[in-house]
């Protein structure tokens, strides 16, 4: 009599049936692993995150009317965007104006500034004090005030709200407690 040993098949087709289980197991294992891997890469809060280029957008709404019937009328509204290009230091004058009696202050960011290429005026004082720090912008220069952030982070950007507070500045910076040199 013949001994089989401990792991022989019992016939020869339950082999080939362990072999397709183990096979079909495998794919099925690639299969959700791919799906997983797929699931992940599309995911808005995976992968690097960038910081586009300052740039401001101004948003339009234009009215659609659509004629359905006779006599009838459907208006819609559709959003369109621009993209405005941040122009070169070169072509923004700004003014730096200090708030918070830090001597020299205004004068050592002016410097700064020119450094980096802007064009600058005469740095000044400002009363009141403000907290935080102020871009004011004239209009048409959004995108280089919040482009000039790099210089002020903690400041906070707002149209210009006095037209005679800087004649010839097209940005107004004012220093506010908060700011570290």
């Not at 016939?11 to 794919?27: A, E, K, N, P, S």
């Not at 700004?94 to 450094?115: F, H, K, W, Y």
Request: proline fraction near 7%; charged fraction near 15%.
């Amino acid at each position: 009599m013949t001994n089989k040993g401990k792991h022989s098949s019992r016939t020869h087709g339950t082999f080939y049936r362990d072999l397709t289980i183990m096979i079909l197991g495998i794919l099925v294992v690639g299969a959700v692993v791919f799906l997983l891997l797929y699931w992940l890469a599309d995911s808005p809060t995976t992968g690097p995150t960038t910081t586009p280029p300052v740039a401001a957008s101004t948003s339009t709404t234009d009215l659609v009317t659509t004629t359905t019937e006779p006599g009838t009328s459907t208006t819609t509204t559709a959003a369109t965007s621009t993209t405005v290009p941040v122009r070169d230091p070169g072509e923004v004058t700004l003014v730096v104006l200090n708030s918070i009696g830090l001597d020299g202050a205004a004068g050592r960011l002016t410097s700064e500034l020119g450094a980096a290429g802007y064009q600058t005026l005469t740095p000044d004082d400002y009363e009141p004090e403000l907290t935080p720090s102020r871009i004011w912008y004239r209009e048409g220069f959004a995108a280089e005030a919040s482009a000039l952030l790099e210089f002020v982070p903690d400041a906070t950007i707002e149209a210009i709200p006095d037209e005679t507070l800087q004649v010839g500045a097209d940005i107004v910076m004012v220093l506010g407690t908060g700011y570290e040199e």
